[in-house]
Nanobody, 121 residues
């Protein structure tokens, strides 16, 4: 199994920055994709950014140019640098990892507990 622990959320003024971290631990063969999702009150969970094990990244249109996802494969950690935050970025941010528990196994989704990001105007 894989445990994901997020950190770095909090309260920030509009225009400010935050950096989220998510570290994976447990017993697994490898982690493929690592992603950040967010869910605002009354809205569906949405993909914010994703990072492949090979280094490729993609972003939601709403955050492209403001957020940067990166990962340290040696530490099984993914980061989300969030700049130029606005009130629409307020949400609970969830870390997601697709992990293979064995060499012969396919990918399985694991989720963190979420971290609150609140942007004040």
């Amino acid at each position: 199994q894989v445990q994901l622990v997020e950190s770095g959320g909090g309260l920030v003024q509009a225009g400010g920055s935050l950096r989220l971290s998510c570290s994976a631990s447990g017993t697994f063969f490898m982690i493929n994709a690592m992603r950040w999702y967010r869910q605002a009150p009354g809205k569906q969970r949405e993909l914010v950014a994703a990072a492949a094990a090979t280094g490729g990244t993609n972003y939601a249109d709403s955050v492209r140019g403001r957020f940067t996802i990166s990962r340290d494969n040696a530490k099984n950690t993914v980061y989300l640098q969030m700049n130029s935050l606005n009130t629409e970025d307020t949400a609970v941010y969830y870390c997601n990892a697709v992990a293979r528990l064995a060499a012969w196994a396919g990918g399985v989704d694991f989720w963190g507990q979420g971290t609150q990001v609140t942007v004040s105007s």
